[in-house]
């Protein structure tokens, strides 16, 4: 009796609890994560925690074929979202059931899933699509390039477009199993653990996998012929080093470069604490570009990096990225510093190591190397725009900046911030303003002053700034007639400092 007198009032609740909010209330995600110097990248209303990518690729003719799974949670009422993608895609599934999408602007894939998606709801998102990643071409650009045997994808501030559908921007991080199928005798290189490799019917597949959260342009794979080398730390990280077998001249000095990789992580270690993931190495391919990347845990090297002989200071700077860039990311791309100030200062403390020049002497040298006038000084490391993200300065200048800090604050509060922060933000975003507000922190002393003038002011600082910084204080002597030449002697490790200048920006 009294279930039949309850039950209309129970039905009516729960009528009331499934029925969805009205269509007005779904909107489409925004085409752009939000940062102003590159609107287009990422995306709004979801976050990735995973990728499942699933490749074969044909190193002849650059075919690549794809199934990417993306596991992802919803953070508004959904009509519709993007992905970052510029291949064919022939099919997209939201939860298993196909859904409608069309190309937009230069590399969005809207997709309009068959049902509105609530916020709040774990969603999966599979795409196959197939295309050549070299004939793509974003505003005329393209990421991928080609080598004689394969290819590769290693850019800042994007590669993904390339080769897989992402919400590409360092804001939305995720852990990745990337799965790639090669014509037998063909190796491929991606980041973290080779979980397995097998081969069947002429096919070999390599499986990767890296369990921490990685930025979508710091995803990588290359395909080719490499002469691969493996050890473990003494912790018991894998490390493997992939070198392309036609190197020719360079292929010796790319190995006592890289091959250095294990004493240079167990040195960073030192210096900024436990190394964040779970796997070390980098790899040489046969590109004729300039550049290296810090991929996460495998670093990308160009040939190019080796024309000069040996360069170890080029493996510090990148692997000194895996803490300042890679566990600890920009919020913004406007935050390049956080990255590039402290790879580059990283080659400062190994030169300082090995005795070819302190800080001091290279902070010296870069104060007096730029005179007032010099453009060089018009670059704001700690907002540089979109154009001179990877210009000279952001590095040079970005590293003098840190070098200020640490006459400022002194060693034992320096260092200890050194060490601090890549633990206080591990695997996370962090703003330029943020640092500011930790080495404040830390040290017990107002910074904003010392940053506005190292960072955001478009001009040299001043002699006085300079000798309140302990910066160059041989500057302030020159200025007197009477003095000796005081300029600064060009430390030994500055010509491969600067050979690791083009250490990003292909384009
Ligand atoms: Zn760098």
Redesign the pocket.
């Known amino acids: 009796m009294h279930r039949k007198i309850i039950a209309p009032s129970v039905l009516a609740a729960s009528l009331l609890l499934v029925i969805p909010a009205s269509a007005a209330d779904f909107t489409p995600g925004a085409p752009g994560i939000g940062d102003p110097y590159y609107p287009a990248s990422g995306n709004g209303g979801y976050d990735v925690s995973h990728y499942d990518l699933r490749l074969t690729y044909q190193p002849k003719t650059d075919l690549l074929e794809g199934t990417a799974t993306l596991l992802a949670t919803t953070q508004q009422d959904l009509s519709r979202f993007n992905l970052d993608f510029g291949l064919a895609v022939s099919e997209v599934r939201v939860n298993g059931t196909k859904a409608s999408f069309a190309k937009s602007g230069s590399h969005e894939l809207e997709v309009t899933p068959a049902a509105p998606l609530p916020k709040g709801r774990a969603i999966t998102v599979v795409v196959k699509y197939a295309g050549k990643p070299f004939e793509l071409k974003v505003d005329g650009w393209t990421a991928w390039q080609r080598t004689p045997d394969g290819g590769v994808a290693a850019q800042e501030p994007d590669s993904a477009v390339w080769w897989f559908p992402s919400n590409d921007h360092p804001l939305d991080k995720a852990t990745y199993d990337v799965t790639v199928k090669v014509p037998d005798g063909t190796q491929t290189v991606s980041n973290g653990v080779l979980q397995s490799q097998s081969s069947k019917l002429g096919w070999t597949t390599y499986h990767w996998r890296s369990n921490k959260p990685q930025a979508s342009y710091l995803t990588t794979l290359a395909v080719g012929k490499f002469d691969i080398t493996t050890d473990k730390t003494a912790s018991g990280l894998p490390i493997l080093n992939a070198y392309s077998k036609d190197l020719g001249d360079n292929d010796g000095a790319a190995r006592a470069s890289v091959e250095r990789t294990k004493d240079v992580a167990e040195w960073l270690e030192s210096v900024f604490g436990s190394y964040p993931f779970n796997a070390l190495g980098g790899y040489v391919p046969n590109v004729p570009t300039h550049f290296a990347l810090?991929t996460q845990t495998r670093p990308f090297y160009s040939p190019a990096q080796f024309a000069g002989g040996a360069n170890v200071s080029v493996v510090v700077?990148?692997l000194a990225?895996q803490w300042y860039?890679d566990s600890v990311s920009v919020k913004g791309w406007k935050d390049i510093w956080d990255?590039?100030g402290f790879?580059?200062y990283a080659q400062w403390l190994w030169s300082e190591k090995e005795g070819e020049g302190t800080a001091q002497e290279l902070a010296d040298w870069v104060y007096a190397q730029h005179p007032a006038d010099d453009p060089f000084w018009k670059v704001k490391p700690g907002d540089p725009g979109p154009d001179d993200q990877f210009d000279g300065a952001v590095?040079d200048r970005g590293a003098l900046a840190i070098q200020a800090l640490r006459n400022t604050v002194g060693d034992a509060s320096f260092f200890k911030i050194l060490k601090g922060w890549p633990a206080e933000h591990a695997y996370g975003n962090a703003a330029v303003g943020d640092f500011v507000k930790y080495a404040e922190k830390v040290s017990g002393k107002p910074l904003a002053e010392l940053f506005d003038t190292w960072l955001y002011q478009p001009s040299k600082p001043s002699a006085s700034a300079a000798t309140k910084a302990k910066v160059a204080p041989r500057a302030g002597l020159a200025a007197s007639p009477s003095a000796p030449s005081a300029a600064p002697v060009e430390p030994k490790s500055w010509k491969k400092i600067t050979e690791s200048h083009a250490?990003?920006g292909g384009h």
């Open positions: 810090e700077h990148e990225h860039g990255n590039e790879a580059s590095y250490a990003h």
